[in-house]
C-alpha cells in the first residue's frame, strides 16, 4: 500500500498485491487440465480458476433436467469430482463442441 497527504485528506491506493502489480483482465484461455490462465493487459499471466469435473460410476442412472444437463439419480451412484486428466476423468477441449451431449435432430 501507498499512501498520500494532501491538504488534509488522506488516500490509500492499492498498486501491488501480493508483490505482483495489479491489472486488468484481458483475455483468458482454459488448458486440457482446467486450469483457467488469464492474461492481463501488462502482460503478466496467473492462474485464476480451476475447472472440476464430476465422473459417475452408472452416468446412465442420471436424470435429464434439460437440453444437455443432468443431475444425479438414484440410481448413478455417488459423483467423483476431481481435476480433470486424473482418476480417468477426460481433458478440457476449448473451443469444440462434444457430441454426446447434443441432440443432433434439434441442432
Known amino acids: 500500500l501507498t499512501q498520500f497527504y494532501s491538504t488534509g485528506e ?3 491506493n492499492v498498486r501491488e498485491q501480493d508483490w505482483v502489480r495489479t491489472d486488468v483482465l484481458d483475455t483468458f484461455s482454459v488448458s486440457e487440465d482446467g486450469a483457467i490462465i488469464g492474461v492481463f ?3 503478466l499471466t496467473a492462474q485464476i ?3 472440476i469435473l ?4 452408472n452416468p446412465n442412472g442420471l436424470i435429464k433436467v434439460g437440453q444437455n444437463m443432468f443431475q444425479r ?3 448413478s451412484g ?3 469430482a476431481g ?3 486424473t482418476a480417468g476423468r477426460g481433458a478440457i477441449r476449448q473451443g469444440t463442441l462434444e ?3 447434443v441432440d443432433l435432430t434439434q441442432e
Open 83 to 85: 481435476k480433470p486428466l
Open 10 to 12: 488522506s488516500q490509500v
Open 41 to 43: 493487459k501488462n502482460g
Open 54 to 57: 464430476a465422473d459417475f460410476a
Open 99 to 101: 457430441q454426446s451431449n
Open 49 to 51: 480458476g480451476q475447472i
Open 73 to 75: 439419480g438414484p440410481n
Open 78 to 80: 455417488e459423483p467423483a
